[in-house]
């Protein structure tokens, strides 16, 4: 006997009911990127992104359906010849007839998104938006709370590499080892547009990703002469890797029906450093 599963728009309804398209930032790219909505979906698989490597393990899982934090087509895309990963990507899915999907930012600012799930797994109490939404104000950009109890930054820097997923990159830290933090705020994926936030600016510490150095430097120049948080930097796909769990239990408790698996495939770019 097998289970029935429900069709592409069914999953799309699922999607927008868990992860709103309203949410999401106007530059972004999200929803159905390919596929037929009245195709049957079994299986449907989870990564951060769709590079070559996740689109070959959803089709060798049989899925029927990739769904993907980071949008592919979210940049300028003049062309999907198979010459270029782009192209290559959607033809390979298309051709073993499994969609795709991305929830990206909408899935960023719900109260079980990528900021919010590493908010809980650090145990923040009290944790609340850094940019809150205007629509719904528990919605919103990164979190800001407070540590169950203080510690120093160099453990809480390595509490977060035992939290995450081994990257070549590693848990770059500005600050001092034994620094006391007790309040924290953080948004997963790149955040160094909210460096400047009054919750960033009075946090002890401000976990993010993709720190660029003269952004990273002015932070703590300020926090020099006036005050400011220490900053830890993590990998970006590591940050944000943590939701496909979460993402995946919402999915089986709406699609009772469907098979929904998740990818441990490190798509972190980087391979390894030299010192």
């Known amino acids: 006997m097998t289970t029935k599963g429900a069709t592409l728009a069914d999953v799309e309804t699922c999607v927008e009911a868990l992860w709103p398209v309203a949410g999401a ?15 049957e979906v079994r299986r449907i698989h ?25 949008p592919l087509l979210l940049r300028g895309v003049t062309t999907v010849a198979e010459t270029r990963y782009k192209g290559a990507a959607l033809a390979r899915l298309i051709r073993a007839g499994c969609a795709l999907i991305a929830a990206h930012t909408n899935a960023d600012v719900v109260t079980s998104g990528t900021s919010a799930v590493l908010a ?4 923040l109490r009290q944790a609340r938006p850094l940019v809150p939404s205007i629509a719904n104000p528990v919605h919103g950009i990164g979190r800001v709370g ?3 109890e203080p ?19 590693g848990i770059r830290v500005a600050g001092e080892y034994d620094r006391t933090v007790s309040r924290v705020a953080l948004c997963a994926g790149a955040g160094d547009a909210y460096l400047a936030l009054p919750d960033v600016l009075a946090a002890d510490v401000y976990i993010t990703s993709d720190l660029r ?3 990273a430097s002015e932070a703590r120049e300020n926090a020099r002469v006036s005050s ?3 900053l830890v930097d993590v990998s970006h796909w590591a940050s944000e890797w943590l939701w496909l769990e979460i993402a995946a239990a919402q999915l089986r408790d709406a699609l009772p029906g469907v098979e929904v698996t998740v990818s441990d495939l490190r798509t972190d770019p980087w391979e390894f450093v030299v010192v």
């Open 25 to 39: 930032e106007p530059w972004d790219a999200i929803g159905l990127l390919s596929g037929d909505p009245a195709a």
């Open 46 to 70: 989870l990564a951060v992104d769709a590079v070559l490597d996740t689109v070959d393990e959803a089709i060798d899982a049989g899925a029927d359906l990739l769904l993907v934090h980071h």
């Open 120 to 123: 809980d797994r650090l145990g």
């Open 146 to 148: 407070e540590l169950p």
């Open 151 to 169: 510690t120093t930054l160099g453990r809480l820097a390595r509490g977060l590499a035992d939290l995450l997923p081994a990257t070549a990159q």
């Open 213 to 215: 150095h003269h952004p």
């Open 228 to 230: 400011g948080p220490a």
